[in-house]
């Protein structure tokens, strides 16, 4: 089945140290995007990416940092520089262009201890 | 810049009555709108979306919602609600210009209680 896969679905991380969300997806499509959703606040985005090689920030890109070495990752790293990363992580794909939806992963909850 | 705004944070219906979840928006230009849902602990699933056409979206799971231009509206509803549907509900926009990021509401709790 055609789709995007997130690991892990829980994350734990100590003050201090980066984390890495992985994202895949099978739906051959060129976007794809990571958000974080906090309560009541809706889903804001962290960075995006159009196409290989290339990405763009987002609304709220400072303390995290992407890779797209291939068109089905784009993996998402949290880093100690990220003042308040506990959040739920949500990572979504499309065609490009803003006519069609986007689909999204089941996300990754992150907690810092 | 676009910008969405959920009216209600929460909503209680009861079972078998109708719902109906307020989504406005401000934009300068042309827009895609999009109803997602939300289940505890999951990703976000696609409802419904208007792009172009007929004003009046049919989506899944017997919502629809209407597009009104004059009033930035983009309301969804439901003629008659089930336990399943108690779930959070999110109202999202993008424009041909915005390649293909989506600004979201802050999202609509409902909750279906006997």
């Known amino acids: 089945d055609g789709g995007i896969t997130q690991s892990p679905k829980y994350l734990f991380r100590k003050e201090g140290q980066n984390v890495t969300l992985s994202c895949e997806q099978n739906?051959?499509?060129?976007?794809m995007y990571w958000y974080r959703q906090d309560p009541g606040q809706g889903l804001r985005l962290i960075y995006y990416?159009?196409?290989?090689?290339?990405?763009q920030k987002g609304d709220i890109a400072e303390g995290y940092s992407v890779s797209r070495e291939k068109k089905e990752s784009f993996p998402l790293t949290v880093t100690s520089a990220q003042k308040n990363p506990t959040a739920f992580y949500l990572c979504?794909?499309?065609?490009?262009?803003?006519?069609?939806?986007?689909?999204f992963g089941q996300g990754t909850r992150l907690t810092v201890v | 810049a676009q910008s969405v705004t959920q009216l209600d944070s929460q909503v209680p219906v009861f079972e078998e009555a109708p719902v109906e979840l307020r989504c406005n928006y401000s934009?300068?230009?042309?827009?895609?709108l999009f109803w997602y849902v939300q289940y505890p602990n999951q990703g976000l699933q696609l409802l419904l979306k208007?792009?172009?056409?007929?004003?009046l979206v049919k989506g899944i799971n017997g919502f629809e919602a209407e597009f009104n231009k004059s009033q930035t509206s983009f309301h969804l509803r439901k003629p008659s609600v089930h336990i399943s549907d108690t779930a959070e509900y999110f109202c999202?926009?993008?424009?041909?210009?915005?390649?293909?990021?989506?600004?979201f509401g802050a999202g609509t709790q409902v909750v279906v209680t006997p």
């Open positions: 979504a794909s499309s065609r490009t262009g803003g006519y069609t939806e986007a689909f």
């Open positions: 739906l051959n499509h060129d976007a």
């Open positions: 990416s159009q196409i290989v090689n290339d990405f």
């Open positions: 934009s300068s230009v042309s827009v895609y």
């Open positions: 208007y792009l172009s056409g007929s004003t």
């Open positions: 999202a926009v993008s424009s041909p210009d915005s390649w293909g990021k989506l600004q």
